[in-house]
């Protein structure tokens, strides 16, 4: 099949065209489809844990299956590539990612359920993995960071619209024709991909630092902060969010349709979030990180406080999307600041560091939802959130991102 753009391994000089935009774009919708397969049991784990027959936090640590697999393959993906062309790789990925949906959707129990997640967390670890890597070899020099933040918002924009979206088509249709849409929207994804990448061998630039001809450490005094700060965060985030609506159901008492709503106001609150961060990022990138620490941390501790009132909880669920949907993409810049020259593997690095801490934070909170319920749970995130604030205020952080 036969590209848009012509084979390349360097990114144009000069401007970004509009085929070479739309490239961009359809990495978006891979990183937006594969965050949304992760997370979308979140949306639907009520009926999902009761049409497999099983409990909601067993259904819940199929995310951390997920998280596990990403986790390992994103970090390692780039050192077994070789020269493959990376457009041909992130279509098979593709495929993988439509398998394990489909194998979801049909599951008929926990074992069905886990070989099927993990199957998806291949797929996932690839095309996340990639895709801000690739993003940068699609554009001219000075749009990088512009490349970079969309890329990384499909990550976003799945977590705080993918989710809720899916969700009304789970309560509309069922669970399992949920997974089924998914299935195939990333097959066709997978022959998206072919027509419109280029052909992209590996990135010369990203095996040598600038000037030397030596590879500089990766884990670098910025990056290791970054990543701490991540691992916080992002822990905290997915032991509240992957039992968001068993939450909302005992709290405020919200219906299922009440709920999708609510996931609804977190996804436009969390897209604005998501551009918001990404535009601030570029300048800030450290600074943009712990404001963003901050909304967080707030927004858990007003659920845990005054979750009852209805009022109290759709405030707090829309300071939570403007929070977290700006952090994907402004970790990534912090990342990419820390670490220019070797653009492909800390952003390997960094997905896996993000998606491990998504396996982590969904393994605690089913531990705690189990042992000591909701309110609990939610405590325990608020102090993991605040803990991230010290540790990016101390340690040494990036310069500046990128810029457009």
Do not use: C
């Not at 993995?129 to 990384?152: C, D």
């Not at 990404?278 to 941390?297: E, H, I, M, S, Y």
């Amino acid at each position: 099949m036969s590209s848009l753009l012509p084979s390349t391994d360097t990114a144009p000089e000069e401007r970004t065209t509009l085929p070479q935009w739309v490239a961009v774009g359809v990495l978006t919708l891979s990183t937006f489809l594969v965050v949304t397969s992760e997370m979308l049991p979140v949306g639907v784990l009520t009926p999902m844990a009761d049409g497999l027959g099983i409990s909601s936090g067993a259904t819940g640590i199929s995310l951390t299956i997920t998280g596990l697999v990403s986790a390992v393959t994103a970090p390692v993906l780039p050192r077994l590539l070789g020269d493959l062309d990376r457009r041909v790789v992130l279509a098979v990925a593709m495929v993988v990612l439509a398998v394990g949906n489909g194998l979801t959707a049909i599951a008929d129990g926990f074992g069905t359920l886990m070989v099927s997640r993990v199957i998806l967390g291949v797929g996932m670890g690839v095309v996340w993995g990639m895709a801000s890597a690739v993003a940068t070899r699609l554009v001219a020099p000075r749009n990088i960071a512009l490349a970079v933040s969309f890329a990384v918002s499909g990550v976003a924009s799945a977590s705080v619209l993918g989710v809720p979206l899916g969700t009304l088509v789970g309560n509309a249709y069922g669970w399992r024709a949920a997974f089924g849409a998914l299935t195939v929207i990333a097959l066709t994804l997978a022959a998206v991909l072919l027509f419109a990448l280029p052909k992209l061998r590996s990135p010369a630039a990203d095996d040598t630092a600038s000037g030397t001809g030596q590879r500089r450490p990766l884990l670098r005094p910025a990056v290791v902060t970054g990543l701490v700060v991540v691992v916080l965060l992002v822990t905290a985030h997915f032991a509240a969010y992957t039992y968001v609506r068993p939450a909302l159901e005992e709290l405020p008492r919200m219906s299922a349709n009440a709920i999708a709503l609510l996931l609804l106001l977190y996804g436009v609150f969390g897209l604005v979030g998501n551009f918001a961060a990404g535009a601030a990022a570029g300048r800030k990138p450290r600074r943009t990180v712990l404001l963003l620490a901050t909304g967080v941390t707030a927004a858990l501790a007003i659920l845990a406080l005054f979750g009852g009132s209805a009022l109290a909880a759709g405030i707090a669920i829309a300071l939570w999307g403007v929070a977290y949907g700006g952090l994907s993409v402004g970790a990534q810049l912090w990342m990419t600041a820390a670490a220019p020259d070797r653009i492909e593997h800390i952003t390997g690095l960094y997905v896996g560091v993000f998606t491990g801490s998504i396996a982590l934070g969904a393994f605690v909170g089913g531990l705690v939802v189990e042992g000591a319920g909701i309110v609990p749970l939610l405590w325990v995130t608020v102090a993991l959130a605040l803990a991230s604030l010290p540790v990016g205020l101390v340690g040494p952080g990036p310069q500046r991102s990128p810029r457009t």
